[in-house]
């Protein structure tokens, strides 16, 4: 499996950037997806999450109601539309990937934001923004 993060840049506090995960190497419906954080000095964080169909979504609450994660499974490809930037969401961006048969949907819903959860991860993308 391989993780290809795209769509990263510079933009000013509430603009809006879109980025892309591109998955590769193995069945794309059989693995949840998530996004995580790093901004500097600070460990990876959290971000956002998609179950393998779609149907269920999951958010930090600093992100809820500005950022949206979505899947496109025929694309093999998993979106994070980030509206209203703020500064403190300057970091670098990673999709990692589960399988389903390591996280069945009910475990995963438990486990979603654990770091460890994920096997593999993207090489990630910058997000900067400006005050």
């Known amino acids: 499996v391989q993780l290809v993060e795209s769509g990263g840049g510079l933009v000013q506090a509430g603009g809006s950037l879109r980025l892309s995960c591109t998955f590769s190497g193995s069945t794309f419906s059989s693995y949840h997806i998530g996004w995580f954080r790093r901004a500097p000095g600070q460990d990876r964080d959290f971000v956002a999450a998609?179950?393998?169909?779609?149907?269920?979504?999951y958010y930090a609450d600093s992100v809820k109601g500005r950022f949206t994660i979505s899947r496109d499974n025929a694309k093999r490809t998993v979106f994070l539309q980030m509206n209203s930037l703020k500064p403190e969401d300057t970091a670098v961006y990673y999709c990692?990937?589960?399988?389903?048969?390591?996280?069945?949907?009910?475990?995963?819903?438990?486990?979603?934001?654990?770091?460890?959860?994920?096997?593999?991860w993207g090489q990630g993308t910058q997000v900067t923004v400006s005050s």
């Open positions: 998609i179950t393998w169909s779609g149907v269920n979504t």
């Open positions: 990692g990937s589960t399988s389903t048969s390591r996280s069945g949907s009910v475990y995963y819903t438990a486990r979603y934001r654990v770091r460890d959860q994920y096997d593999i």
